[in-house]
């Protein structure tokens, strides 16, 4: 990725940072954004702060870069919170934030990433694709930016590439709050295939594979990043052909 731009939103902790990290390290010129700086800033890259949901700052800060090869629409994210126990205008902004948002930043990156030949890698999650209790609006949310990026894809083509990255349990520095500390991750860890939660760094090498020129033919797509999935439920329910 050496002598390329890429513009990581929400990219200043957890897997935003593990993605920020990991074009860092390939070379690239990484810019994160957020409305608040980091805590602990990712080596080798530049912060500038923006609310994602303002266009008009959204615009200024697309309209500063110099230039722009791949943007990663990564800020996102919503507290648990069952659809009755809020009003429509709370899970409103959680949509706001979770698809209208990259829109926005897509929309404001689009002549700088047509001139580039750039990129575009949605972060996705598995929410929007099987039922999401607790964060139904979030889910939603998800499922319209993974239809965004494949109509994306089909209309900015051949210029611009678009992809999504279907993310499943990362263990990130706030995981113990979501699954109740070392014991719930150890449990969680155990409903995955591959026997453990994905580390931001697992996202971020994901990213930057489909940014890069080994993934040149790929637009339009849905890469899935979650360990396996999940283990059904039925196969621990079912009483045949377990040992006695």
């Not at 805590?39 to 912060?47: I, L």
């Not at 849905?222 to 377990?242: C, I, M, W």
């Amino acid at each position: 990725m050496s002598g390329r731009t890429v513009l990581v939103t929400g990219g200043t902790r957890g897997v935003g940072a593990g993605i920020a990290r990991a074009f860092a390290e390939a070379g690239a010129d990484v810019v994160t954004c957020a409305r608040r700086p980091p805590e602990v800033p990712v080596p080798g890259t530049e912060f500038v702060p923006v609310d994602l949901r303002d266009p008009a700052a959204v615009r200024a800060l697309l309209g500063a870069l110099p230039r722009l090869d791949v943007l990663v629409n990564n800020a996102g994210g919503t507290p648990y919170r069952s659809l009755g126990d809020a009003d429509a205008e709370r899970h409103a902004r959680v949509v706001e934030l979770n698809l209208l948002a990259p829109l926005t930043v897509s929309l404001a990156a689009h002549e700088h990433l047509r001139r580039a030949r750039g990129a575009v890698v949605m972060i996705g999650s598995v929410s929007g694709s099987r039922p999401s209790p607790g964060s139904a609006a979030y889910g939603a949310a998800k499922a319209g930016l993974e239809h965004l990026a494949r109509s994306m894809a089909v209309e900015w083509a051949p210029e611009i590439r678009v992809n999504t990255l279907v993310v499943g349990m990362v263990r990130t520095e706030l995981a113990h709050l979501h699954y109740g500390g070392e014991d719930g991750i150890e449990a969680v860890s155990r409903t995955v295939p591959l026997g453990r939660l994905a580390a931001p760094a697992d996202v971020g090498a994901a990213a930057v594979f489909l940014a890069s020129d080994a993934a040149a033919y790929i637009t339009g797509a849905s890469l899935l990043v979650h360990g396996g999935g999940e283990r059904p439920a039925f196969l621990d329910a079912a009483t045949a052909n377990k040992e006695k």
